[in-house]
């Protein structure tokens, strides 16, 4: 396994919460804009909130925050193999480590 394989496959759980708490903000913002919509266009609602307004909120709060949060960690906490100092997430034109300069299609 080389280095920068190890770095993907450090890097991977990360991507999917990303991808994850994405849609689920995406979802979030869509259902919020159903509730606009029933609310001024068509005054189908009362002006107390429902559950599906609550249900809402929380999915944005946790959506926006839990995709923050996982963009923000692997910069945290991705580190070089050889040197374990934090590299952050790695352009992909990346060739070496910027703190010891091993390459990252070396072998670990």
């Known amino acids: ?23 689920l903000a995406i979802v979030s913002f869509i259902g919020a804009g159903i509730l606009i919509w029933q609310y001024l266009i068509i005054q189908k609602i009362d002006i107390e909130p429902s559950w599906y307004a609550w249900a809402v909120r929380l999915g944005w709060v946790v959506g926006f925050f839990g995709w923050n949060g996982a963009m923000i960690i692997p910069f945290l906490t991705l580190r070089c193999p050889r040197c374990q100092k934090r590299i952050g997430t790695p352009a992909k034109n990346w060739q070496h480590c910027p703190c010891c300069g091993c390459g990252f299609d070396e072998e670990i």
Not at 1 to 21: C, E, L, N, S, V
């Open 1 to 23: 396994m080389t280095i920068g394989d190890h770095i993907k496959q450090q890097r991977h759980p990360y991507r999917i919460a990303a991808y994850i708490f994405g849609v």
